[in-house]
């Protein structure tokens, strides 16, 4: 018996019907995953790379510090004369200016 071009139509709606309403219902997550993929969340990737360059900066100080020209107790004496130094000036900046005016 042949099929006549309703018969086709019915037997197509039927079988193509239930698959649309899948795909209807999948979302961009549904997507990647049939195809083997999945979201990146960029917040997380930048995160990650400032970690990693802040433990690198930390270990390149550390290494520094140890393979300094001078001895401990001269390397330390220099560098709190500095932060002192720089103390002086940032308070000296900061401090309120005269007004010339008398109370």
Do not use: H
């Not at 193509?16 to 899948?22: D, F, G, I, L």
């Not at 795909?23 to 549904?30: A, E, G």
């Not at 510090?65 to 004496?77: D, M, N, Q, T, W």
């Amino acid at each position: 018996m042949a099929m006549g071009w309703k018969d086709w139509y019915k037997a197509a709606k039927k079988n193509v019907r239930p698959t649309y309403r899948q795909i209807r219902k999948m979302d961009s997550d549904d997507w990647l995953a049939a195809i083997g993929l999945e979201k990146r969340n960029v917040t997380a990737d930048v995160l990650g790379a400032l970690g990693l360059v802040t433990v690198g900066c930390g270990i390149g100080f550390a290494l520094g510090l140890l393979f300094a020209p001078k001895k401990g107790e001269e390397l330390r004496r220099d560098f709190n004369q500095r932060l002192r130094g720089q103390a002086r000036v940032t308070a000296s900046e900061t401090a309120p200016a005269p007004s010339g005016y008398a109370s």
